[in-house]
């Protein structure tokens, strides 16, 4: 697992290897992390791997308004 940050838009990003998808995904989920949304997906390198671009969000049900911090 390694942590990427994109230069042009300060954003950053996990790097998971497709070995330790399961467990990083389960973690997640115990802290909340419910919804994965994929973004888009494209190749690295002709017949290499495959990358793919994710939304991590939590998503409550039942609740009528957000919470106040």
Partial sequence: MTWLK????????????????????????VYGYNYLSSK???????GGLLATVYHLTRIEYGVDQPAKR
């Fill in 6 to 29: 994109c230069p042009l838009t300060e954003a950053t990003y996990l790097q998971i290897k497709p070995e330790d998808w399961h467990s990083i995904v389960v973690n997640l989920y």
């Fill in 40 to 46: 888009c997906a494209y190749d690295v390198a002709p």
